[in-house]
């Protein structure tokens, strides 16, 4: 015997839990099914973003912007560029117009799945394959690690980068960018990091020499969240011990030979365990042809890297606008799932250039020299540029 939903939505990442609250709005009530135990089984990462042109109209969308609002970090919006010797060579204040305000993705999260009606998340449902249902067209079936099978006439895939949904798709899957993060955090850092507090400033702050950068934030709990980031190979991961403390923090350093000591701190000082992450993309301008009963939205349609911060708000902006195409055809879910996917694919391939160019440019061997100048050039404007780049989700 199977369980049969409406609609399933695999994934309950900031995508898949806003698609859920768009369609409650409207009416129409989508399972969430997420691998996680429970919604505090892991940190969630650290601060967004979010842009006044695509993840804040999915809040709007979302009926969340009251409460949005308080999450709010005041200051975040400020941006600093360094060099290695921790010079300042930009720095922009925050102008307090919320064109691009910063939140922290675990507090943004709990709003989502607070606004959902209680049973809408199922956790603890980690996927095991997906099918197509013979005799059945457009109904799929889910097969989860723990036996349990169940069947939906409409399937969205928001299961990120390496997602299950995808190959009933295309055969494309991520590959290697070619950099590698390591990612720490420093406690009460006033306090306790006074020297990488000052370097780190008020909200965001880049620094680069060559190919090699360390981009990171100050969080509304007082603490640093750091990612280093090199071009190294793919296997470059794998021969460092990360489990052993000593040696990984000494693998990092290594690679920060001669930069100022204030930014070596941020890893030399981590309060928590060094984090390795390859970062990964999916090929600028993914498309499909028309599979019925099946679409994709967020990482798992179009996985790129953080380097434009596009990650989560076009995640949230492809759930809202698929939910509302949904809303819009009643009965229709093909015609639903027509008009989304001919938007999704040139709004993501825009996003995902974005991101390719901002990679090759921050990690360019005279970086931060190009960094520099582009920011140099919005200086003045009323609003960020959209393809501003930013630090996202750098989870692989």
Same mark, same amino acid.
């Given at each position: 015997?199977?369980?049969?939903?409406? *609609?399933? *939505?695999?994934?309950?990442?900031?995508?898949?839990?806003?698609? /859920?609250?768009?369609?409650?709005?409207?009416?129409?009530?989508?399972?969430?099914?997420?691998?996680?135990?429970?919604?505090?089984?892991? @940190?969630?990462?650290?601060?967004?973003?979010?842009?006044?042109?695509?993840?804040?109209?999915?809040?709007?969308?979302?009926?969340?912007?009251?409460?949005?609002?308080? =999450?709010?970090?005041?200051?975040?919006?400020?941006?600093?560029?360094?060099?290695?010797?921790?010079?300042?060579?930009?720095?922009?204040?925050?102008?307090?117009?919320?064109?691009?305000?910063? $939140?922290?993705?675990?507090?943004?999260?709990?709003? =989502?799945?607070?606004?959902?009606?209680?049973?809408?998340?199922?956790?603890?449902?980690?996927?095991?394959? @997906?099918?197509?249902?013979?005799?059945?067209?457009?109904?799929? /079936? *889910?097969?989860?690690?723990?036996?349990?099978?169940?069947?939906?006439? =409409?399937?969205?895939?928001?299961?990120?980068?390496?997602?299950? $949904?995808?190959?009933?798709?295309?055969?494309?899957?991520?590959?290697?960018?070619?950099?590698?993060?390591?990612?720490?955090?420093?406690?009460?850092?006033?306090?306790?990091?006074?020297?990488?507090?000052?370097?780190?400033?008020?909200?965001?702050?880049?620094?680069?020499?060559?190919?090699?950068?360390?981009?990171?934030?100050?969080?509304?709990?007082?603490?640093?969240?750091?990612? $280093?980031?090199?071009?190294?190979?793919?296997?470059?991961?794998?021969?460092?011990?990360?489990?052993?403390?000593?040696?990984?923090?000494?693998?990092?350093?290594?690679?920060?030979?001669?930069?100022?000591?204030?930014?070596?701190?941020?890893?030399?000082?981590?309060?928590?365990?060094?984090?390795?992450?390859?970062?990964?993309?999916?090929?600028?301008?993914?498309?499909?042809?028309?599979?019925?009963?099946?679409?994709?939205?967020?990482?798992?349609?179009?996985?790129?890297?953080?380097?434009?911060?596009?990650?989560?708000?076009?995640?949230?902006?492809?759930?809202?606008?698929?939910?509302?195409?949904?809303?819009?055809?009643?009965?229709?879910?093909?015609?639903?799932?027509?008009?989304?996917?001919?938007?999704?694919?040139?709004?993501?391939?825009?996003?995902?250039?974005?991101? /390719?160019?901002?990679?090759?440019?921050?990690?360019?061997?005279?970086?931060?020299?190009?960094?520099?100048?582009?920011?140099?050039?919005? /200086?003045?404007?009323?609003?960020?540029?959209?393809?501003?780049?930013? $630090?996202?989700?750098?989870?692989?």
């Amino acid at each position: 015997m199977t369980t049969h939903f409406p *609609i399933v *939505i695999l994934g309950g990442g900031l995508g898949g839990l806003t698609a /859920a609250r768009v369609l409650h709005l409207g009416g129409i009530e989508a399972a969430v099914f997420d691998l996680e135990p429970d919604r505090h089984a892991r @940190v969630q990462g650290g601060m967004l973003d979010i842009h006044i042109y695509n993840g804040q109209l999915a809040i709007r969308a979302a009926g969340l912007w009251e409460p949005f609002t308080g =999450l709010i970090h005041p200051g975040g919006e400020s941006m600093r560029i360094l060099d290695h010797t921790a010079t300042v060579l930009v720095e922009q204040e925050d102008d307090g117009e919320l064109n691009r305000p910063e $939140v922290e993705r675990g507090q943004l999260r709990d709003l =989502l799945i607070d606004s959902l009606p209680e049973g809408t998340i199922r956790w603890g449902r980690k996927a095991r394959s @997906v099918r197509e249902v013979p005799g059945h067209p457009g109904r799929h /079936a *889910i097969e989860f690690t723990d036996g349990e099978i169940i069947t939906t006439d =409409l399937l969205i895939g928001a299961d990120g980068a390496w997602s299950k $949904v995808r190959p009933l798709l295309t055969d494309l899957t991520p590959s290697y960018t070619g950099i590698s993060f390591i990612e720490a955090d420093l406690h009460d850092a006033d306090a306790r990091h006074p020297h990488e507090a000052a370097a780190m400033g008020a909200g965001m702050m880049m620094s680069f020499r060559g190919n090699t950068g360390i981009l990171g934030h100050r969080e509304t709990d007082g603490s640093l969240h750091t990612y $280093v980031g090199f071009q190294v190979p793919e296997s470059w991961i794998d021969t460092v011990d990360w489990n052993d403390a000593a040696a990984a923090t000494a693998a990092v350093l290594d690679r920060l030979e001669g930069w100022d000591e204030s930014l070596r701190g941020l890893i030399a000082h981590a309060d928590t365990a060094l984090t390795p992450r390859r970062i990964n993309a999916l090929p600028v301008g993914i498309s499909w042809a028309r599979v019925p009963g099946v679409t994709l939205l967020g990482d798992a349609a179009h996985v790129m890297s953080p380097f434009a911060g596009e990650g989560a708000n076009i995640a949230m902006y492809d759930a809202s606008e698929l939910a509302q195409a949904i809303i819009d055809h009643p009965g229709d879910t093909e015609a639903a799932l027509t008009a989304y996917e001919q938007a999704l694919f040139p709004r993501a391939a825009e996003a995902a250039g974005d991101s /390719a160019e901002s990679l090759e440019m921050m990690f360019s061997a005279d970086s931060p020299r190009p960094l520099v100048e582009m920011f140099t050039r919005f /200086a003045g404007e009323d609003e960020p540029g959209e393809d501003e780049p930013g $630090v996202g989700e750098a989870r692989a």
